[in-house]
């Protein structure tokens, strides 16, 4: 819940909210996977509208927009030569580069150089990614942190405001060096991924329920930069486990079964063991033989086929996210001091 600008709390409130700085540079990027056409298009509006509250001379939010892959979205393929997404890890985005460096390489290079530099502190604040999905998930938060104060408030803020779109966290548990996707080099960054969509179609509900997601994410960001308050709240975070293959045949490797009609389009539905896991094309049912109960998601996804993923597991858990507030600017001056002092010990 938001509880209103900070003139209107108690001192006792304003102490106990966590201070963070001010989110003074958010970059909103499209087309970082160039047939995921929802966020193509809709970076490609908010430039026009950009161009257009120039011209007005309105002083909107500072916001970077980029157009992540332009050659893929040129194409209208996910990528050129390698998944762009895959690209940001901090030995990727510093190793050599020579004349067979693929071109997706090259261009992590330059969206580092352009947001970054990853783990810097002249890194954007804040970056959100735009992307579809095929599995039918809803709006999902995709990010490698689960005590990302900033991304989870900011999740919970377009839950209350888009009670009609299901919604869900999603934390891969992977270190920042290790992080390989464009929010990752943000100082705080999330992919808004939404579905179902095909890839190479953009249709009106995902395309509005996206450009919903990214105005409210804005509306909250100027919130917080404004001095709101934002009470503390719990939150539901599904942390990846691990990922399922597609049965195969041994001698070839080709696929030998679908996901079973009884899972399909069940993303986030409780997986119990013995569950209807698959179905082999000559017609038999293969159960889901793990222990544990989990939660499936990105289920049946088109874009994974390639990467041997029929779907991925998760375990969910309620984290308490505590209250924050933007830093004063007393506190902003004293944290370098702070750090100061910190490296002299």
């Known amino acids: 819940m938001v509880l209103g600008v900070a003139a209107k709390m108690s001192q006792m409130e304003v102490d106990k909210a966590v201070g963070l700085p001010r989110l003074s540079r958010v970059a909103v990027c499209g087309g970082t996977h160039g047939n995921e056409l929802s966020g193509v298009y809709l970076v490609r509006e908010l430039l026009k509208e950009e161009k257009e509250e120039e011209e007005k001379e309105q002083k909107p939010l500072s916001v970077m927009l980029v157009l992540s892959n332009p050659w893929a979205v040129q194409q209208c393929r996910r990528y050129i030569s390698t998944d762009l997404n ?3 890890t901090h030995a990727m985005l510093n190793g050599p580069a020579s004349d067979t460096t693929p071109y997706e390489l090259l261009r992590s290079r330059q969206l580092n150089a352009l947001l970054g530099p990853k783990g810097s502190p002249e890194a954007v604040d804040l970056i959100c990614d735009l992307h579809n999905t095929t599995a039918n998930m809803g709006l999902c938060f995709i990010t490698y942190s689960d005590h990302d104060w900033i991304c989870l408030h900011i999740f919970k803020y377009l839950q209350r405001q888009m009670p009609d779109i299901p919604m869900r966290y999603i934390h891969f548990d992977v ?21 179902p969509q095909p890839h190479g179609v953009v249709r009106s509900n995902i395309y509005t329920a996206m450009k919903s997601g990214v105005q409210h994410m804005l509306d909250w960001v100027r919130l917080f930069n404004s001095g709101t308050i934002f009470e503390g709240e719990y939150v539901d975070v599904f942390t990846m486990v691990k990922h399922i293959d597609y049965p195969r045949d041994r001698e070839t490797g080709n696929i030998i079964a679908a996901v079973h009609p009884r899972l399909q389009d069940r993303d986030f539905c409780l997986l119990h063991p013995e569950d209807p896991l698959f179905q082999t094309f000559s017609g038999e049912t293969l159960k889901y033989e793990g222990k544990e109960l989990l939660y499936p998601f990105f289920v049946n996804e088109c874009a994974y086929y390639e990467k041997s993923i029929a779907l991925s597991l998760a375990r969910k858990r309620c984290v308490m996210v505590p209250p924050i507030r933007v830093q004063t600017d007393e506190e902003r001056q004293a944290q370098p001091q702070e750090l100061a002092s910190e490296e002299e010990e």
């Open 86 to 88: 895959r690209c940001f």
């Open 175 to 195: 270190s920042n060096k290790e992080s390989y996707s464009l929010d990752s080099v943000g100082k705080h960054g999330f992919a808004m991924e939404i579905g």
